[in-house]
């Protein structure tokens, strides 16, 4: 067989002849060069096709061409998650017969300024809009940033989309149904392609919150009764008694979540057990005290600055009432009125007309 320079010769390509002496390539490796090789020691690609093509004819072979490899696919991560969620269900009341009165360019505007009204106020409160069905919308709170106060959130963000929505008046004020459901749920699975890609969530909380809005009354927030145990004293409710709903098992208590409460103090909203008593009686002390100072300060008969205070509600819890711990507090009460202006008794007027004298020795 001919040298390498004679067989490079022969294929019109003289010119490498010095890079396969650089690199040791004579006649004997020929049939063992692969694409990557050629490329390596500087061959042009279509110089190396015909290098290829020249080598598989001497060995009798197809050419060795390069295979293009794809990057491995990669494994799609599953993103979904357990967790604690409140699910939100909002549609607008009317849309049917809106449709029927409205040219379809009129009725997308409607809906359009419908669902940015929905979105920027629910992104107020970190609630998550997932999809957009027509009219209805639904709201994650709790995904993907979750919060110590999701039901509440969800809540106050019904609230505010009322008020919202009935400012986008058309040709009439515009009203909405609410409903929300807090449970625990699979959510973040991707469901759909392209434009119908949605993060998708999985148990009963999100079919409780759906069914829930079908007896809700227009502009109205109705809340299931896992979201009613996280919200304390925070909202005035009206309970709408046990609900018979369809694909849930058993009766489900609904409330319908009408205004922010006036309760000052945000602990006691969220903790209205008898925990609270404790706090309350101090209260109750410190308002006999109050009474005391103005009695002593304008020489007024001790029984008269009670009755000017909280007489009613401290004798209420008298000894012949009440817990033990209440009529000791009473006691203790009266007692420090007769200490305080030197007594050695003091009579207690109750609210049946009766008097009782305690006596402060």
């Avoid at 197809?62 to 293009?68: E, F, I, K, N, S």
């Avoid at 909002?90 to 359009?112: C, H, Q």
């Avoid at 609230?159 to 973040?188: C, D, F, H, M, N």
Wanted: charged share 25%; hydrophobic share 40%.
């Amino acid at each position: 067989m001919a040298t390498i320079t004679e067989w490079l010769a022969s294929l019109g390509l003289p010119e490498y002849a010095q890079r396969f002496a650089e690199n040791g390539i004579d006649v004997s490796v020929l049939r063992y060069l692969t694409d990557q090789d050629l490329e390596k020691i500087g061959v042009l690609l279509g110089h190396r096709r015909k290098m290829l093509a020249a080598i598989a004819e001497l060995s009798g072979t197809a050419p060795v061409m390069p295979q293009r490899t794809s990057p491995p696919e990669e494994k799609g991560r599953d993103d979904a998650e357990r967790r604690q969620l409140t699910v939100m269900f909002t549609d607008l009341v009317g849309s049917t017969a809106l449709s029927t009165k409205l040219d379809p360019e009129d009725l997308r505007s409607v809906i359009g300024a419908y669902h940015k009204c929905v979105a920027e106020t629910v992104a107020r409160f970190d609630g998550f809009v997932a999809k957009y069905m027509g009219d209805g919308v639904l709201i994650y709170f709790g995904y993907p940033h979750a919060h110590e106060d999701d039901a509440e959130r969800a809540v106050r963000a019904g609230l505010a989309l009322i008020e919202a929505v009935s400012k986008l008046r058309y040709q009439e004020p515009l009203q909405v149904r609410i409903s929300v459901a807090t449970g625990l749920v699979v959510v973040g699975d991707i469901v759909g392609s392209g434009e119908a890609q949605e993060r998708g969530v999985v148990g009963e909380t999100p079919n409780l919150a759906a069914r829930l809005q079908g007896i809700a009354a227009p502009n109205t927030v109705v809340i299931a009764e896992g979201t009613r145990r996280l919200l304390g004293n925070l909202f005035e409710l009206e309970d709408l008694g046990p609900k018979d709903i369809k694909g849930i098992a058993g009766p489900a208590r609904a409330w319908a979540a009408l205004r922010a409460s006036t309760i000052e103090s945000r602990f006691e909203a969220l903790h209205a057990t008898d925990l609270n008593r404790p706090r309350r009686a101090r209260r109750r002390m410190r308002t006999a005290a109050s009474a005391l100072g103005e009695s002593k300060d304008r020489r007024r008969p001790c029984g008269s600055a009670l009755r000017g205070g909280r007489h009613r509600q401290i004798a209420a819890h008298g000894r012949t009432a009440g817990t033990p711990r209440r009529r000791a507090a009473h006691t203790l009460t009266l007692l420090l009125f007769a200490a305080a202006h030197g007594q050695r008794a003091l009579s207690d007027h109750r609210p049946d007309g009766t008097c009782h004298w305690t006596d402060a020795r």
